[in-house]
């Protein structure tokens, strides 16, 4: 599965819009980009995840860019409890997920 | 959706003996489940894929004598840590895949491991 590069870490107020970027330039054609968040001593929890069209649910919006080689995770108003570590991850779903670093994104009051 | 039980959640243990986790998928069959181990402040690392009725498959460096992952049913994988030492003090994961779909691969809540 093609790896991801995202920044470490980012600050978001707290009813702002928190938009997270992923790099993933080598993705291939079969692979889509899946998001997950994992809270401070949990297992990782699903968001979203997308082929090549924008995605949205109850959770969050996924915009991809027509080339693929990037998407950006958006969480419209951010709370205090979405304060985690999110990880945008690519794969065909046939396979294990790899996780990379993730991005640690701090809700600020 | 989909759900994953792990147990324990946590649990403390004395140098040399074992251990066992269980992570069960509640509302699917998962032929395939994942074993992941998280220690602080780092990432989720794979340590290996368990597979229904057929041996695990480890990731290079991971022992596989040391941790004995036991896939019997479509619902159930075991990982046992053997001769428990400090060093495996970790936060183990577990995950199932249940196919195609939005949440294709679940994740159980995690067992925080103490070896003292």
């Known amino acids: 599965d093609a790896k991801t590069t995202q920044p470490t870490s980012m600050d978001c107020a707290e009813g702002r819009a928190a938009n997270l970027p992923c790099n993933h330039s080598t993705i291939s054609g079969n692979e889509y980009v899946y998001w997950y968040r994992q809270i401070h001593s949990q297992g990782p929890q699903y968001i979203i995840h997308?082929?090549?069209n924008n995605e949205t649910n109850e959770m969050a919006s996924l915009i991809i860019t027509e080339d693929r080689k990037s998407s950006t995770l958006i969480l419209p108003h951010a709370t205090l409890r979405d304060t985690a570590v999110y990880y945008c991850?690519?794969?065909?779903?046939?396979?294990?997920?790899?996780f990379g670093t993730g991005t640690r994104l701090t809700v600020i009051p | 959706g989909a759900v994953v039980s792990q147990h324990p959640s946590w649990v403390i243990c004395k140098s040399g003996t074992s251990v066992k986790i269980e992570c069960r998928s509640l509302d699917f069959q998962a032929t395939t489940m994942f074993w992941y181990r998280q220690f602080p402040k780092q990432s989720l690392m794979l340590m290996a894929t368990s597979n229904e009725g057929s041996k695990a498959t480890y990731e290079q460096g991971v022992e596989k004598d040391k941790f004995l992952i036991n896939h019997a049913s479509l619902t159930l994988s075991t990982l046992t840590v053997t001769s428990a030492h400090p060093e495996d003090s970790s936060f183990y994961i577990c995950?199932?895949?249940?196919?195609?779909?939005?949440?294709?691969?679940?994740f159980g809540s995690g067992t925080r491991l103490t070896v003292v």
């Open positions: 991850i690519v794969t065909t779903g046939a396979n294990n997920l790899f």
């Open positions: 995950s199932a895949n249940r196919g195609w779909g939005e949440d294709g691969y679940t």
């Open positions: 997308g082929l090549k």
